[in-house]
């Protein structure tokens, strides 16, 4: 099972060229990872003053450019789930055609910033969402 987010691409998303700058595209699958984690029940404003979940490892291939009034849709599912760390991947289509596949790796830190383990809720949560092939 995926979990499934709609992005529209807005105008503060693009370059003067009109299609998506690509650091937005960050900013938009880390939009895509805190719905996730609200969904879960997890919201980050709640997380964070105790705990945070930085990007540990991202990699990402731009597969087409998107523009301005684009609707995506980002599937995003767990590839693993580690002792501290979670491997995402989060592939975006507009329409039948993909934009853009992202693999990532998240970390579970406590308040120091040190990897810690996931809890048992939080990897019961994450387990309907894991994918049989990374």
């Given at each position: 099972?995926?979990?499934?987010?709609?992005?529209?691409?807005?105008?503060?998303?693009?370059?003067?060229?009109?299609?998506?700058?690509?650091?937005?595209?960050?900013?938009?699958?880390?939009?895509?990872?805190?719905?996730?984690?609200?969904?879960?029940?997890f919201?980050?404003?709640?997380?964070?003053?105790?705990?945070?979940?930085?990007t540990?490892?991202?990699?990402?291939r731009?597969?087409?450019?998107?523009?301005?009034?684009?609707?995506?849709?980002?599937?995003?599912?767990?590839?693993?789930?580690?002792?501290?760390?979670?491997?995402?991947?989060?592939?975006?289509?507009?329409?039948?055609?993909?934009?853009?596949?992202?693999?990532?790796?998240?970390?579970?830190?406590?308040?120091?910033?040190?990897?810690?383990?996931?809890?048992?809720?939080?990897?019961?949560?994450?387990?309907?969402?894991?994918?049989?092939?990374?």
């Amino acid at each position: 099972m995926d979990f499934t987010f709609p992005q529209k691409i807005l105008f503060k998303h693009c370059d003067p060229a009109g299609i998506v700058f690509y650091p937005r595209y960050f900013e938009i699958i880390n939009d895509c990872i805190e719905a996730f984690f609200d969904r879960l029940g997890f919201p980050f404003e709640h997380l964070h003053p105790q705990a945070a979940v930085p990007t540990a490892q991202i990699e990402t291939r731009f597969t087409a450019p998107s523009r301005h009034g684009d609707q995506l849709n980002l599937a995003l599912g767990v590839t693993q789930v580690g002792r501290t760390s979670l491997g995402l991947e989060c592939i975006a289509h507009c329409g039948d055609q993909q934009r853009f596949v992202s693999r990532s790796t998240l970390v579970l830190t406590n308040s120091q910033g040190r990897p810690q383990n996931w809890p048992d809720d939080m990897r019961a949560a994450f387990t309907p969402y894991l994918r049989s092939t990374p």
